[in-house]
Nanobody
C-alpha cells in the first residue's frame, strides 16, 4: 500500500520544540519532493516548506530560521524539526510527496503531489 504517515505531534509549550516525521511505505521517497503543510481550525491549509530530491529546502517566511526539513533516504523518512514554537504554529501538519519534475517554477513548494498523509496534531500552549 502506497502511503505517507506523519508522527511526532503533540502538546508543547511556547518556545519548545518538536520533530515531526513523515514515513513512506510502498514507494521510495528518494525520487520525490516532500512538502509540509499545516491547517489550523478555521483557516486554509498553508505550505510550511519543502525539500526537493537534491536536498534543497524552502520555507514560508513565518517559519524561516525556526523550522528545518531534512531527509533520511535510508529510512525513507522526511523530518520537520520545529524550534521556538509559537501558539500560531498550532495546527494539523501534513506531508505530501510529488515528483520533483512537477515543480511550478517561482512558487513556494507547489508540486503535483501524488501522496498525502493524514496529518499529525501540533498544539502549542502553556
Amino acid at each position: 500500500q502506497l502511503q505517507l504517515v506523519e508522527s511526532g505531534g503533540g502538546l508543547v509549550q511556547p518556545g519548545g520544540s518538536l520533530r515531526l516525521s513523515c514515513a513512506a511505505s510502498g514507494f521510495n521517497l528518494y525520487y520525490y519532493a516532500i512538502g509540509w503543510f499545516r491547517q489550523a481550525p478555521g483557516k486554509e491549509r498553508e505550505v510550511v516548506g519543502c525539500i526537493n530530491v537534491g536536498g534543497s529546502s524552502n520555507y514560508v517566511d513565518s517559519v524561516k530560521g525556526r523550522f528545518t526539513i531534512s531527509k533520511d533516504n535510508a529510512k525513507n523518512t522526511v523530518y520537520l524539526q520545529m524550534n521556538s514554537l509559537k501558539p500560531d504554529d498550532a495546527a494539523i501538519y501534513y506531508c505530501a510527496a510529488g515528483p520533483d519534475a512537477t515543480y511550478y517554477s517561482g512558487t513556494l513548494c507547489i508540486y503535483e503531489y501524488d501522496y498525502w498523509g493524514r496529518g499529525t496534531q501540533v498544539t502549542v500552549s502553556s
